[in-house]
Nanobody, 114 residues
Framework: QVQLVESGGGLVQPGGSLRLSCEAS????????MSWYRQSPGRERVVVAV????????NYVDSVQDRFIISGDNAKNTVYLQMNNLKPEDTGVYYC???????WGQGTQVTVSS
């Protein structure tokens, strides 16, 4: 059974940091391009960061460039999203997703507020 389980969300003040984790089971995430999406209140789910299975190609949406870092640990079948200098507009539910599949996690809530 394929599962993606996110963790690491929470409430943080502006300027703070969080590290999200997404542990995959039932498939080898290194065989896919992995991504993080965000769904903010009242908005569509949008891609935030994407990485190839080797980590050789990484892309970010402009709004998180130089603040967020996507990475993976093949041995742990886990992908991470390090989020620094968080802003209120980063608030939302964050999902990990294996591109070209219908594999999605259940999401983890990130709230940036003072």
């Amino acid at each position: 059974q394929v599962q993606l389980v996110e963790s690491g969300g929470g409430l943080v003040q502006p300027g703070g940091s969080l590290r999200l984790s997404c542990e995959a089971s039932g498939f080898t995430f290194s065989s896919y391009r992995m991504s993080w999406y965000r769904q903010s209140p009242g908005r569509e789910r949008v891609v935030v960061a994407v990485m190839t299975r080797t980590g050789g190609s990484i892309n970010y949406v402009d709004s998180v460039q130089d603040r967020f870092i996507i990475s993976g640990d093949n041995a742990k079948n886990t992908v991470y999203l390090q989020m620094n200098n968080l802003k209120p507009e980063d608030t939302g539910v964050y999902y990990c997703h294996a591109l070209t599949t219908n594999y999605w996690g259940q999401g983890t809530q990130v709230t940036v507020s003072s």
